[in-house]
């Protein structure tokens, strides 16, 4: 019994890990394109004397799922920002019981939004975007994929925080713009 | 609508991450509302469904590319070539790169970073007071979101419809005015310190002719920016993209501090930080929908007017608060609660947006150096290895100068105005 709950713990890590470097990647990707449409815009216009209208509206979807799916790596590195200053006097097992107490009503947010974004996605449907008509599910989707990461993170982070509760609070001051 | 200002707040004190307490307070309230709940995730997809508001990833990517790419250490030789032959010098020149650093970078934090990571040692070489001149540092931080380009006046602008280059331009004079005060708390301070703070090197123009060249790159930024957005040749947007394609061939080619290999790193970054911020923009614009929707601006309002209709009473007292919540919460996430209740508040006290909107960025750049949580304060004291409580002791000279201009800027709007009115008088937004 003991060997297969640690056998699950190995393939759950693993599948953890790929699933963090497909995100990885995609933001990178939704990053780059954003970035390449934006200059190829500026160019287009001044260079080329031709407004390209459509680099404009997908770089706008490239953010969504970009900013989307990086909402669960700032969950990761810490960077949800929250007013510490309070809980840092606690002891540390009134912490422990406070992250989750925190992560309660959190989930429970993230649980409501998943579902109003599935009701958005089947509007989404019948909606097309202005300039190059694209069906309005493909960027809504980003918001149930999107919070689902970040719930996934959200539940890592409890971990993490009930081993250190106090140090991750530190980090999170030290790396936020 | 008492609900969720009670949820809110019992979230905020128990240390809930902020872009849930706005969420859940603003959910538990539709879901007691006869509302529908896919109202939540329509407010957020509609929080990031805005081509002005990639201006913050990009801005925060340029930002992370100069901080790496060896910008911060040209701008602070430069410094030292231009005003390390007076007394307190190396103070003086870490207030200097926090004007330069300001320039090129959209936050305080990542400058104060840069800033004191390279020169505190050499601070505690030459026997400064350490606690000082790690306040000073911090405090030169808040320059960041004052001067332009700067996230934390993208933020305000998109909050309250300005135009994001009004925003920009409305900072400089304010911005420049807060350098001098802290340049006087450091000439006072090293005045009185005793000739530790007079060991300077002389003045040579052959130095700052040096610094200069090798600098110049890193000032071609501000002047792109900037000079883009003024000129009518880019949208923020389009700027903040342009800052990070120059930031990259300056990194690359011209300092060589960094390859191609390091860009994924930096993207992802930047990717996490700009997430951290809109993400909140997206759960606030659900909570400000809710707080308009009770009309509570209105009621405030007419409670302040039955006290008084001076409009700079009221602004004194917004001071006073803002610089409190300052003290507790981050700026960015500080503008998007309190402006979307605070600015109907000004209007009807027929009191500029713009100048206004300033006024609320000056405050929460003070709270970065306001203990208990003041981020620059905290990042240079941390690279010092210093407490914050150690620090702050000595913050009240910086301090109280730059709180003066914020008086100043209070009391005067035309600080504020005059730029953009000069520059981009009929520019409604962006």
């Known amino acids: 019994m003991v060997v297969n709950f640690k056998s699950i713990l190995i393939i759950a890590g693993k599948v953890t890990a790929g699933l963090r470097l497909i995100m990885t990647w995609l933001i990178i990707g939704f990053f780059g394109y954003m970035a390449i449409a934006v200059l190829v815009q500026v160019v287009g216009r001044y260079v080329f004397n031709y407004s390209i209208d459509w680099a404009a509206e997908t770089a706008t979807f490239a953010q969504i799922w970009m900013i989307l799916l990086a909402a669960g790596l700032a969950m990761r590195s810490n960077l949800h920002v929250s007013v510490d200053a309070l809980t840092n006097i606690l002891p540390v097992p009134i912490l422990r019981?406070?992250?989750?107490?925190?992560?309660?009503?959190?989930?429970?947010?993230?649980?409501?939004?998943?579902?109003?974004?599935?009701?958005?996605?089947?509007?989404?449907?019948?909606?097309?975007?202005?300039?190059l008509q694209i069906p309005m599910w493909i960027p809504y989707l980003a918001l149930p994929i999107g919070l689902i990461y970040f719930g996934l993170e959200l539940v890592l982070s409890l971990v993490v925080k009930w081993k250190d509760p106090k140090g991750s609070a530190v980090e999170s001051e030290k790396l936020t713009a | 609508m008492t609900v969720t200002l009670i949820v809110f707040l019992i979230l905020i004190v128990i240390g809930t991450p902020i872009v849930f307490a706005l969420g859940v307070s603003a959910a538990l309230?539709?879901?007691?509302?006869?509302?529908?709940?896919?109202?939540?995730?329509?407010?957020?997809?509609?929080?990031?469904?805005?081509?002005?508001?990639?201006?913050?990833?990009?801005?925060?990517?340029?930002?992370?590319?100069?901080?790496r790419g060896g910008i911060a250490k040209r701008i602070i030789d430069f410094s030292v070539a231009l005003v390390g032959w007076i007394t307190g010098s190396l103070l003086l020149v870490a207030t200097v790169a926090g004007i330069g650093m300001a320039a090129v970078s959209g936050s305080g934090a990542a400058s104060t970073a840069a800033i004191s990571s390279i020169m505190l040692r050499e601070m505690r070489e030459r026997c400064y007071n350490i606690d000082f001149s790690v306040g000073l540092i911090a405090a030169a931080g808040t320059l960041g979101p004052v001067i332009p380009p700067s996230i934390m006046m993208v933020v305000l602008a998109?909050?309250?419809?300005?135009?994001?280059?009004?925003?920009?331009?409305?900072?400089?004079?304010?911005?420049?005015?807060?350098?001098?005060?802290?340049?006087?708390?450091?000439?006072?301070?090293?005045?009185?310190?005793?000739?530790?703070?007079?060991?300077?090197?002389p003045f040579s123009l052959r130095r700052l002719g040096r610094t200069f060249i090798a600098a110049i790159p890193a000032f071609i930024m501000p002047v792109v920016i900037v000079g883009g957005?003024?000129?009518?040749?880019?949208?923020?947007?389009?700027?903040?993209?342009?800052?990070?394609?120059?930031?990259?061939?300056?990194?690359?080619?011209?300092y060589k501090e960094i390859g191609f290999k390091a860009i994924p790193s930096m993207v992802l970054r930047a990717a996490a930080i700009s997430a951290a911020v809109m993400m909140i923009i997206g759960t606030a614009s659900v909570f400000s929908w809710?707080?308009?929707?009770?009309?509570?601006?209105?009621?405030?309002a007419d409670l302040l007017h039955e006290a008084t209709n001076n409009p700079l009473v009221f602004l004194l007292l917004m001071n006073f608060l803002l610089i409190f919540i300052g003290m507790f919460m981050e700026g960015i996430s500080a503008i998007l609660v309190m402006v979307p209740v605070l600015l109907p508040i000004a209007t009807s006290f027929e009191i500029d947006p713009l100048h206004f909107g300033v006024i609320v960025v000056m405050n929460l750049s003070i709270g970065m150096i306001t203990p208990p949580y003041g981020i620059t304060l905290y990042v240079a004291s941390s690279v010092a290895n210093r407490s914050v409580l150690q620090v702050s002791r000595k913050i009240g000279l910086p301090f109280s100068l730059i709180f003066a201009i914020l008086m100043l800027t209070t009391i005067w709007p035309e600080l504020v105005t005059y730029l953009p009115d000069l520059f981009l008088p009929n520019v409604i937004i962006d």
Request: hydrophobic share 55%; glycine share 8%; proline share 5%.
């Open chain 1, 97 to 131: 019981l406070l992250t989750i107490v925190i992560a309660v009503p959190c989930l429970w947010f993230l649980w409501k939004a998943i579902v109003g974004s599935i009701v958005l996605i089947d509007i989404g449907h019948i909606q097309t975007s202005p300039v």
């Open chain 2, 290 to 300: 809710l707080i308009a929707s009770q009309n509570v601006p209105a009621l405030i």
């Open chain 2, 29 to 67: 309230t539709i879901s007691m509302m006869d509302i529908p709940m896919s109202i939540v995730s329509q407010r957020m997809y509609a929080g990031l469904d805005s081509f002005t508001i990639m201006a913050i990833p990009f801005f925060v990517l340029a930002g992370i590319i100069m901080e």
């Open chain 2, 229 to 254: 957005i003024i000129g009518g040749i880019f949208t923020p947007t389009e700027a903040a993209a342009v800052a990070v394609l120059c930031g990259l061939i300056i990194s690359i080619y011209i």
């Open chain 2, 158 to 201: 998109t909050t309250s419809n300005l135009s994001i280059g009004r925003a920009f331009l409305g900072g400089v004079a304010p911005g420049l005015l807060m350098a001098f005060a802290i340049m006087i708390a450091c000439y006072v301070y090293a005045k009185r310190g005793g000739d530790v703070y007079r060991d300077n090197e």
